[in-house]
């Protein structure tokens, strides 16, 4: 057997094994090692092991996802989630479809400062769904706005998924943020307006909530000051150069801890919980890195992403038509893996083929331009069926709403998302400007 065959065997059998619910490090570990053993022999394994294990954990550019992983968990704790759709609700609430879309703007700000689309989800799935119930909101859309929203997480800055993707392709991490901020926003916005169109059509999925004073809204928005400085501070400082991202990151998990301590009212037992929880996830994020880099460094050795990028090169297919074939192929594993698992496995294949090809970018734009589609694409994952995490996370809260009408209620958000992929597929500027506007200052 060839080494492109033993590749494409174990190819094969770490989708078997995913397709079994094996978790995604232990796969990626296991296929790994016995496809380099098989290839290039148990000491050639040992060998790298010795070094790739040090260097891939002491690498700086890593710290920064424990850090922000643990500004997240402070965040939590300071009770920001509330507070964000609390000001959002006073705000839009009184509208047709205002519960809904506060939901989202809930979202949008807790994302910002935590980077995880399950813990988004999760906490603003906690604070809404009861205010949606008791404006008898649809089930279909009240579930669905909270399913679509926390996938804002992997997206808007600090995006762990978004620090992954950067240090697999060598990408700079603070300009992969600036990258990501206007489709962030994009996102947030195409929500609302699937939320508006919704109502329209059904006006009674989205009664409209009860009006708040003029002296509501302002405290409200008082309350949310947090949020706005630690995300001002934090990527302000990052965007400006005046921290690298892990020192904007340090600064950041040091601020929501003040706040969780001060406004949140969080004592020794909660900041014991937070670094446990920030050290258990952590270390399945380091687990999972391990696995994909003895994987990568077998395919390596079956010559697979080469040969495959070789093809494509030589095939005479537009640039373009590759491009969509993996943006389809992302949303056709979206339906049986999960958002991390899609970008360690497809990037070190896909990264190679969409780096031979001529889209008119330079390499690092290049970067930039397909990281925020495939992240886009993979969000998609978060909502599909049958794994969907945040559906699933969402209908362990909403139980007197069944399963199927939460994935009826995402059909909108899809259809957003879809509209935002081909825009951004268009006009690769969107995902450029910013870092090129930051560049030249």
């Known amino acids: 057997m060839s080494s492109f065959e033993i590749g494409v ?3 094969t059998i770490l989708l078997v094994l995913l397709a079994l619910r094996i978790p995604i490090g232990v796969a990626m570990l296991s296929v790994g090692m016995v496809g380099y053993v098989t290839i290039a022999g148990p000491s050639a394994l040992l060998s790298y092991l010795k070094t790739e294990t040090y260097w891939r954990f002491t690498s700086f550019d890593l710290s920064v996802a424990p850090l922000f992983i643990l ?6 704790k300071a009770g920001l989630s509330q507070a964000l759709f609390r000001a ?3 705000w839009l609430g009184h509208y047709r479809g205002g519960v809904a879309m506060a939901a989202i703007g809930g979202c949008a700000g807790f994302a910002s400062i935590s980077g995880s689309s399950l813990a988004t989800a999760a ?84 009664p409209a909530g009860a009006s708040a004073s003029r002296l509501e809204k302002w405290s409200a928005l008082l309350e949310i000051w ?8 934090v990527m302000g400082g990052i965007y400006s150069g005046i921290f690298t991202p892990t020192e904007g990151a340090a600064v950041g998990a040091v601020g929501t801890f003040l706040i969780a301590v001060t406004k949140g009212g969080m004592r020794l037992s909660g900041t014991i919980e937070a670094v446990l929880e920030t050290a258990v996830t952590t270390g399945m994020i380091f687990l999972i890195l391990l ?6 460094a077998f395919l390596g050795f079956s010559e697979l992403p080469n040969l495959a990028a070789d093809f494509f090169r030589e095939s005479g297919m537009a640039p373009m038509t590759v491009l969509l074939g993996m943006v389809i192929l992302y949303i056709l594993l979206g339906f ?12 070190p294949i896909f990264w190679p083929i969409i780096a031979g090809l001529d889209f008119g970018l330079g390499p690092d734009d290049l970067k930039l331009w397909f990281g925020i589609i495939t992240l886009i694409v993979v969000e998609v994952g978060l909502i599909t069926p049958p794994v969907g995490l945040n559906v699933f996370v969402i209908s362990s809260m909403a139980k007197d709403v069944p399963m199927i009408e939460t994935f009826k209620g995402v059909i909108p958000f899809f259809i957003s998302d879809g509209v935002r992929v081909v825009i951004i597929l268009a006009f690769p500027i969107i995902t450029l400007i910013l870092p090129r506007l930051l560049a030249s200052d």
């Open 291 to 296: 696995g994909a880099a003895i994987f990568n």
């Open 336 to 347: 049986v893996m999960d958002s991390l698992s899609m970008i360690l496995l497809t990037v």
């Open 71 to 76: 500004m997240g968990q402070f965040a939590a």
């Open 123 to 206: 906490l603003m799935g906690k604070v809404a769904l009861p205010e949606l119930k008791k404006f008898n909101y649809a089930g279909s859309l009240a579930t669905g706005c909270l399913a679509a929203g926390g996938t804002l997480g992997i997206l808007i800055p600090p995006s762990i998924v978004l620090i992954i993707y950067a240090i697999m392709v060598e990408a700079n991490i603070a300009t992969l943020f600036q990258a990501a901020f206007i489709p962030g926003i994009f996102a947030a916005i195409g929500y609302l307006i699937a939320i508006a169109i919704v109502v329209r059509i059904n006006p009674k999925a989205g």
């Open 226 to 233: 947090p949020v706005l400085l630690i995300f001002l501070l």
């Open 88 to 90: 959002a609700n006073v």
């Open 9 to 11: 065997t174990g190819f």
